[in-house]
């Protein structure tokens, strides 16, 4: 048997996703953020878990609608900026001279940039232990065709999101097929 150790209250839950949460503000003017403490928490819904004092938040609780890209590897850099400043204080959609398209489906603007991205509308938000909890429910799924496979589904090799690692603060990709889900269990039964 190995050797235990407790390391306390320690995040190390891994993969985090890396999610672009892009909102309008009360005057139109786009913002996105970087979002690696949340994910898909139902078939249909995804959980954010933000700090009050983001411009975000503020503009969640005003419009209750946002689009969540999935950054890529092709998009990290763009992706870190969007976690790095607050549209308190930079423009940061002018700066990254990035493209914006309105989502047909709620009220918040699609990044053309990011090849995959999910249209939400805002179904629950609480401040809860310091934070704000959003939950949205996703209404669309806009994908680029450069992404999907023949039969129209996401194919992840294409796609290539990345992930956050809090444990050495960088971003890694997703690694390779290990197993086949809800079957290679069977060997045991
Ligand atoms: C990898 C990474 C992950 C992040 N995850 C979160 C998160 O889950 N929740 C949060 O509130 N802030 C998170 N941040 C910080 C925000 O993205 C950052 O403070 C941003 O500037 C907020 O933008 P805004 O004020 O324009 O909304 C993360 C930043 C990085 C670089």
């Not at 890396?18 to 690696?36: C, H, K, R, S």
């Not at 975000?56 to 969540?68: C, G, H, M, S, Y």
């Not at 992930?163 to 971003?171: E, G, L, P």
Request: aromatic share 6%; hydrophobic share 40%.
């Amino acid at each position: 048997m190995n050797m235990k150790k407790n390391l306390g209250n320690t995040p190390v839950i891994t993969p985090l996703p890396v999610l672009i949460v892009a909102t309008y503000d009360e005057n139109g003017i786009p913002n996105a953020m970087n979002v690696a403490w949340g994910g898909q928490c139902g078939y249909h819904h995804v959980a954010l878990n933000l700090s009050l004092n983001h411009k975000t938040t503020e503009n969640l609780e005003q419009t209750k609608a946002f689009t969540l890209s999935i950054a890529t590897v092709e998009t990290l850099v763009l992706s870190d900026y969007f976690g790095l400043v607050s549209e308190r204080k930079e423009n940061k959609i002018e700066n990254a001279e990035v493209h914006i398209s309105q989502s047909e489906f709620v009220n918040a603007p699609v990044i053309d940039e990011y090849p995959l991205t999910l249209e939400c509308k805002v179904v629950e938000m609480q401040e809860a232990l310091g934070e704000m909890h959003v939950v949205g429910e996703v209404v669309n799924v806009l994908a680029d065709d450069t992404v999907l496979d023949g039969q129209g589904k996401v194919n992840l090799d294409k796609l290539q999101p990345i992930s956050y690692d809090s444990t050495s603060h960088s971003y890694r990709m997703l690694g390779k097929i290990v197993g086949e889900a809800f079957k290679d269990g069977t060997k045991i039964e």
